[in-house]
DNA sequence: AATGAATGAGACTTCATTCAT
DNA sequence: AATGAATGAAGTCTCATTCAT
C-alpha cells in the first residue's frame, strides 16, 4: 500500500496562478479566484505563501533560473556571430520550455508583476552577450529586436498561427526569421 | 470676448491618465492618484467622463483614429512590396506621433485596458495590408515581427537607447532594421 | 432659515473611538465597531481620516495640545517648592479636563496605541519640571509616583468612588494626597 | 531512572508568552510568535493549552496564588497602622518576586488581558485589608495610591531609573515613600 | 463646473483554532 | 509530543462610483 497521493495543493496554487496571472495579469488576478478553483480558503494560500507577490516570484522561480543558468553557459562563449547564434538558438529552446509550462511572461513589459527586476537583468546581460563587439547603434538595436521578436514569437504568434505548425515546424520557422535580424 | 480663459480640466485628465495609464498600467492607476495629481476632487473626474473606462478610451481615440485613417488610404494601395514598404512607413510615422504625445500603447498586449478591441482590430487589418498575396506562413510571421518591432523599437529602445540619436535619427534607423523584416 | 446642523460625522468618528479606545483598547476595538454604532459604513471612515491610527492621534490631539500648553508655561517657572506645586495644580486641570471629555489615557502605558511618544515626552519633560533641584533618587521617585497617582486617581479612582464626592470634592481631595506626595 | 531529559516545552512557552505579552500585550501577541520564537509548530501549543487564554492564564497562576497565599495571612492581622504596614510590605514582597520572574502585569489595568478577574479580586480586597477601620474616603483613596504606586514602582519606575540602585535599596526606598502614602 | 460625503464590493492579510497522522 | 494542512472569521484598507448641493 502506498500513501495516498497528496494532491499537493502548494503544486496546484503555482499551477492555477500561473494561468491566471497570463490570462489576465497579476493585478486583475485575486486571491479569492485562486483558492476558489482550487477549492481551499484563501487562508490555505497563506499556509503555503507568505503573500501574493511570493506566489507570483515562485511561479517565476523555474523559468528565471533555466535562464540564469543559461547566462553562466553563455558567459564563456566568444563573441563570434555563430557563437552567438548559438546563445539565442539555446536561448530559444529556454523560451519554448517555458512556454511549455505555460505562457509564463505574457506581460514581460510590466512592471507591476513582482519578481520582475531579476528578469530584466537577465534580459540585459543576454542583449550585451548577443552584441557583436563595438557595436554599432544599430547593431544594437537589432539585437534588441531579436531577442524581442524572439519572445512575442511564442508568446503571441505561438497562439494566434494555431494549429498549422508543429512546435518544432514553428520553431524552426520563428529562428530562421530572427537569427536574420540578429546582426 | 466673452469665454473665461478656460482651465480645461477635461485636457488634463487626460494628459495626467496618460501619463499615469502608461507608467504603472490601467490597473494600478487609481482615480484618486488622477485627481489629486490634477488638484481636483475624484468627483471632478465623473463631471467628464461617465467612467473609469471612458478615460482611458477617450486617452486612445486620438491615436486610434489616426489609424484608422491611415487604414482607409493603405486599402487603396496595391500589395507590392513597394507599397507595402510605403504603408509601413507611414505606419512608422502615426506611432511616432502618437509616442511623442505619450508613450500611449506601453501595455498594448493587455487585455485589461478597456477600448482595445478596436486597437486590435487595426493591427489585424494592418497586418493583412503589409502581407504579400499568398503570403506563406514565414511571411505572415515577418510581417508580424516587423510591426511588433516597429512598437517595441518607439516603446521601449527609444527610452533606453536615450540619447545618441535624434528623433529622426532613430526612426531611419529603425525603419532601416524594420524594412529588412517585412517580406 | 439655517442650514441643517450636519450631523457632523468627522466628529462622532472621534468622539465614538475615544469610547471605545478606552473602555476596550486600541487593539480590540474595530473600524467596523466604530462604523456600526454611528451608522455608517466603514469606508466612512477612511473618508474622514487616511488610517485607524490617525482616529487614535486625532482624539488625542487636543489633549495633548493642551499639555504642551502647559508645558511652555511650566517652563518659565522657578523650580521651588511653591512653583512646583503650582505647576502639578495646573496639570491636575489639563488632566481633569480631558477626563471630562472623556476618559482619554486610560491605557497610558501601553506602547500599542499611536501617538504616544509625543504624550510619553511630555511626561518626561513634567517630570523633570517637578522635581526640585538636584533631586535626590528618592525625590525623583516621588515626583514620578505624584504625578502616575494624579493620573490614576483621575482615571480609574474617580469612576469607582463613585457617587459620593462632586468632582470639584474629589480635585481637592486628591490634590491634598498628591502634594503630600511631591518632594 | 527512566524520563529522557525532559526538553520541557510547556515551560517555553509560559516563558516566551510571559517576556511577549509584558512587551507587547496580549492582544498583540500572536501564537504564531510565540510558536516561532521556541521553534515549534503553532499545534505543539495546543497540546499543551487549550487556549491562548489558558497560556495567559496559567502564566499568571504563580504570580496569582502568591498573592492569594498572602491574604489568607494578611485576613488574621488586626487593622492596625503598624499590622497594615506589615502587610503592605510583604505585598511588596510579592510583587518584586512576580517582576523577578519577569514583569508580569505591565498592563494591569486592561480588561483584555484574560485571568485579569480573579486579579481584581485580590486587589479590592487587599486595598479593604489596608484601609483603616472606618476609612474616610480620603484614607481610603490613599490607600488605593499606595497600592497603585507600589506597581508602578516595580514596574516601570525600576526599568527607568536603571543601574543606580540595587534592587533591594530599590525596594527600600520605594517602601519608604509608599509607607507614607499609607494612611 | 465641481465638491463633500458616503457606499458597496472586494482586495490582501492575520489570527486562533482544529484534526488526522 | 508534535506536525502539516487547512479553515472561518475578522481585520485594515482601497477603489470605482453616486448624488445632493
Redesign the pocket.
Known sequence: MT??P?????ARIQEVALELFAKQGY?K???????ERI?????????????????AASVFEDGLKAMEEMLVWARTKPRTREARAEILRRYCAVVRDGIGRSRFIQQTDQQSMPGMERFFAVMYELNALLQPENASTREAMQTGLAIHSLHFGWMKMRALSGGDLTEDEFEETLMGIVLDILP
Open positions: 500513501s495516498e497528496r494532491t499537493d495543493t502548494r493585478e488576478t485575486s486571491l479569492r479566484e485562486i483558492s477549492g481551499v480558503t484563501k487562508a490555505a494560500l497563506y499556509y503555503h505563501f507568505k503573500t501574493k507577490e511570493d506566489i
